[in-house]
């Protein structure tokens, strides 16, 4: 039960109340919450475009940029590599969003096939993810790995992603990333956006971003040298630099907690809204970690060093 649920009492005034004075209770028959859902996912679609239109100026990804066109300067150097996550032996490296392997997927190991699929991803418990239409001037250059982990009681709340996104122009942590001109994207990217049912301003929402880069430490070196909003807090057992947590308070007492978490050529990033700091962290945490793990898993070339 949601804390919505258990104080249904006490929760202050709804965007559905709010329409429903302002149009002074004349259409009874006014699907709201189709309405306020439909806006949720629009505003995070435009708020994704426009975090990325003023993070970047170049009209295409330039190799060339990604050394340094993300790093503040030169002085913020290189991260150590220490992924955390050993990648597992497989026969098939192609488990993407609804793409079919071809003989270019497949990789043959001498070590055993693992059979088991992802350690954190139960495909039959994974909810279907309705693909945005894809932009054919900006197509990713990869094709991106469903790496979303299920097992998370925090996300499995939410259900099936409210949006789902395969679209390069994306920042690693899109509520953190500040707009600065002449840094890199990432060369592509795939977006999950989840919030609770009904229409509260306050509610649980996640953010699941998965980004492939050329060179990954410039851009999450970028982020924990100031390119973000929010302040950086402790990861709880992690003191390496390709883990980073960061965390603002929002509104009534609610926090925005964002995870990032660099594996080989890739950033996962989760951002979480929840009621408490607490919560928020280690949803963010959870979920960061466990898809880092299933991207070891589904890309053992690109997700290690």
Known sequence: MSWHDEHEGSRGPTIDDDLRAALDGSSTDFDYDALIAGTKVRAARLRRRQTVARAV?????APT??????LLSSTLGQPDASTEYAAQPTDDVSATTGAAPTTDDVTTTTAPARVDGPPHQDPEELPDAVLEPVNPDWPNRWEMPDVRPTGVAFLDALGAPQSFALYPRTVPLMHFTTGEDGRPEPHSAASYYFFASGNEVYQDTVEITLTAWDDSAAPIAALRGGALSGTVVEWPGRTDDDHLLVEERFGQGWTFAGAAVRQGDYIVGVTVLAETA?????????IAEKSAANLAYLDPENATD
Do not use: P
């Not at 100026?57 to 990804?61: D, F, S």
């Not at 940029?65 to 993300?70: F, H, I, K, R």
């Not at 607490?278 to 959870?286: G, H, I, S």
């Open 65 to 70: 940029l990604a050394g340094a066109g993300w």
């Open 57 to 61: 100026t170049a009209a295409v990804l």
């Open 278 to 286: 607490e919560e928020a962290r280690a949803a963010a945490t959870e």
